[in-house]
């Protein structure tokens, strides 16, 4: 089964810049669909970005040109740049591998495997 490792977390300032990374046990080279949600206390989980099996990439809209998406050339591994980071960018930041329906690619009921996490604080 493949396994995801997220490291990049921590705690930052209103307007800080932060990259999360995100690597997969996957065979480099494999069809890759790889992406990132996130979750706050009390708020629904919400898909972050995502780059689907033919490469195309999805945003949020809440973090669309701020936070950039990139899958390294082998396909197993995914990182999130976060730049101007607000404090409504807190969160449980998990990374999403293997996509089933790529056009609801930003709904978490459509990826078969989760990481454990990464904690991401802003502060105002």
């Known amino acids: 089964q493949e396994k995801l490792v997220e490291s990049g977390g921590g705690s930052v300032q209103s307007g800080a810049s932060l990259t999360l990374s995100c690597v997969s046990s996957k065979d480099a080279y494999s069809r890759s669909c790889m992406g990132w949600f996130r979750q706050a206390p009390g708020e629904e989980r919400e898909g972050v970005a995502a780059?689907?099996?033919?490469?195309?990439?999805t945003y949020a809209d809440s973090v669309k040109g701020r936070f950039f998406i990139s899958l390294s050339d082998t396909g197993n591994e995914v990182d999130l740049q976060m730049r101007d980071l607000r404090p409504e960018d807190t969160g449980m930041y998990i990374c999403?591998?293997?996509?089933?329906?790529?056009?609801?690619?930003?709904?978490?009921?459509?990826?078969?495997?989760w990481g454990q996490g990464v904690q991401v604080t802003v502060s105002s």
């Open positions: 780059i689907d099996y033919q490469g195309e990439i």
């Open positions: 999403v591998s293997q996509c089933q329906y790529e056009w609801h690619i930003l709904t978490a009921a459509d990826w078969m495997v």
